[in-house]
């Protein structure tokens, strides 16, 4: 699409206003909005922004970047392609931005255009990945005092909650059908309110475009239907946690053969596939600091929560981080996918699924191996069985993810200075923000913002 098919499709149905969305670094998704009548003089031109934007925490607290203060501006720029007329608001459209310097160029904090890098670093492989988010969510209402209570107390996969679950859900699928989204299953999951709904995979850029269609998609339909909907990670204390679980797969530039695939693999999966699951698994420790985002997310992420908690690798193993999936009868081949359990909706799918893959590549690229594959739970072995096999546990709070990041040098040149500067900063202020307050104040902030 171009600008003019943007321009005509908008008019024709009856589109108004459009939103300019981006995700910022604390997983936030923000924008701006042009009138119809600019719409084709913004798409060139862009809408200015302050660079301030990626400095600014999940509080709206500005973080000290020199190059991310009150002085200068980048513009968001859409990408045609992505323009869709929303299903859940009438007479509003939206579009996924880059972020670009006045230099034209993509400015170097851009979350998608990182992306975009790392989808080029694996053209150059001669490999297309295949990607797609599988969220739960917790859809609740709000009571007389102010407090978010679940819309079931009922049972994992338990018909009960597929009564309420259903209309609601109903809506969501079509709403994501008419954006361009395939829905797969659903099913209500095992927290009070918690609902999952998973959808067909596609490539790396529109994977991570479609997790920002999701969010704002079950968010803007469970509001019609009078409930709150939350990604957060860890919505109530006591309950189950919300994964946003990474499915991936890699294919030949053709698209035609999947590269994880290997028939007379124990588990179908190729060199390629434990190669790429080695280099996720060795970044793990420090890439959850950006696939699992939040100070929320380590509530989540322990042990015996089904969330992953140790660097494990293992068929079908739900406690591992890393998970070889096994393949559907008939689709065999086709089906082959790895899944990330380490990963929750509180990161910018842009910098998550862009640092999943890149590790990734590093792994293939250096003939890593991931080490034996853990066929129980890892929380189940001593201490000493699990260094014997290199399976650590991942970090507990976001300041150690971080710490983690901080240590690991694949990511400073993955991800370049301002960026990883401005990221360090507003994660480590959010850890400073909400080790200060109470257990509510996190649990309130994050149900609402995620
Ligand atoms: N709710 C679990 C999580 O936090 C996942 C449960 C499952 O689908 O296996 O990731
Ligand atoms: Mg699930």
Known sequence: MDIEDV????????????????????????????????????????IGLTPAMMAMNMLDQLQPIPEMGPVG??????????????????????????????????????????????????????????????????????????QYVPIDEALCFSSIAMDVGNPVILDIMRALKAQGIQPEQYYPELGHGQHELSISPTDLLTAADNQVRYRETVRAVAKQHGMIASFAPKPFANEA??????????????????????????????KTGYQFAAGILRHLPGLVALTCASVNSYRRLNPRS???????????????????????????????????????????????LGAVVAAGLEGIRNDWHPGGTLEVDPASLTEQERAAMGVVRLPSTLAEAVDNLEADHFFDQLLGDLRIRSYKAVKRSEHAAFAEADTEFELKHHFYKF
């Open 241 to 270: 946690g919300n994964g946003a679980h990474i499915h991936f797969s890699l294919w030949d530039k053709e698209g035609k053969q999947n590269l994880f695939w290997d028939p007379a693999d124990r588990y179908k999966l190729s």
């Open 73 to 146: 501006e980048v513009r968001l720029i859409p990408d045609p392609d992505s323009f869709r007329v929303l299903p859940y608001s009438p007479g509003v459209g939206s579009m996924m931005c880059d972020l670009i310097s006045l230099s034209h160029e993509p400015w170097e904090a851009c979350p998608r255009s990182f992306l975009k890098s790392v989808v080029r670093q694996a053209e150059q492989m001669g490999i297309g990945v295949m990607s797609t988010y599988e969220d739960e969510f917790t859809l609740a209402k709000l009571d007389e005092n102010g």
């Open 7 to 46: 321009v005509r499709q908008a008019e024709e149905a009856g589109v108004e206003l459009i939103e300019f969305l981006f995700v910022d670094h604390a997983g936030t998704i923000r924008g701006k909005l042009t009138h119809v009548d600019h719409l084709r003089s913004r798409m060139t031109g862009g």
């Open 306 to 352: 089904w969330s992953s908690a140790y660097t494990a690798f293992g068929p079908d193993n739900r406690e591992a981080a890393v998970r070889i999936a096994s393949t559907f009868w008939g689709n065999e081949e086709k089906s082959m996918n790895m899944e990330l359990k380490s990963s929750d909706s509180s990161a910018n799918p842009y910098l998550a």
